[in-house]
């Protein structure tokens, strides 16, 4: 059984471990082998600390976990832009557990806590433009593909990446059956 809950300051370490897991899985190539395999720990545990001790006011994070512990999470930032609404900055789930639902959850989750200031929320992301799978799962949720440009703000290379957007999160949000606590 998954279970979902809003994370708390004692899950940064394994925020960071799951966050780096599926970079590794996914960016590889986009960012290079010494970064991923050396740096990404310590710089990913140094983020999720800071984020999880001393979150900023419009910060909304939320875990998915099973027993033996968290397996996904989600990271937003609400109304960051003005255009483009909540930023969903980060969105991860375990290579073990994908196809059971678990990341169309931790939307639903994030839009939920969106909508419930403001009816007419929008959202956004970025993804990588070479993790096709991850944008196909967006574009099947509802995203599209906006734009793409040139970043340098993660990793340790320049990387093209793909502003994905829902100007209405309604569907997102609607239930699912999954048990939040």
């Known amino acids: 059984m998954v ?13 960071a471990e799951l966050h780096v897991k599926s970079w590794q899985q ?3 190539g986009d ?21 999880l001790t001393s979150p900023s006011p419009d910060q909304y ?7 033996s512990g968290i ?11 003005v255009q483009y609404g909540t930023l969903l900055d980060n969105l991860h789930v375990s290579s073990v557990v994908k196809g059971l639902g678990i990341g169309k959850h931790l ?13 007419n929320a929008k959202m956004y992301l970025w993804v990588l433009e070479n993790n096709v799978g991850a944008i196909g799962f967006y574009e099947r949720l509802g995203g599209v593909n906006l734009e793409t440009v040139v970043g340098n703000d993660i990793g340790d290379k320049e990387v093209r990446k793909c502003r994905m957007v829902w100007d209405s999160l309604e569907l997102l949000a609607e239930d699912d059956g999954h048990i939040i606590i």
């Open 3 to 15: 279970t979902y809950r809003e994370a708390s300051p004692l899950d940064y370490k394994k925020i």
């Open 26 to 28: 996914h960016y590889r």
């Open 31 to 51: 960012f290079s082998d010494h970064f991923l395999d050396v740096e990404a720990a310590s710089e990913r545990e140094g983020v999720w600390k800071h984020r």
């Open 61 to 67: 994070v939320v875990v998915a976990e099973q027993v």
């Open 71 to 81: 397996c996904g999470f989600a990271c937003a930032y609400k109304n960051e832009d």
């Open 107 to 119: 939307m639903k989750l994030v839009a939920r806590e969106v909508l419930r200031n403001d009816p």
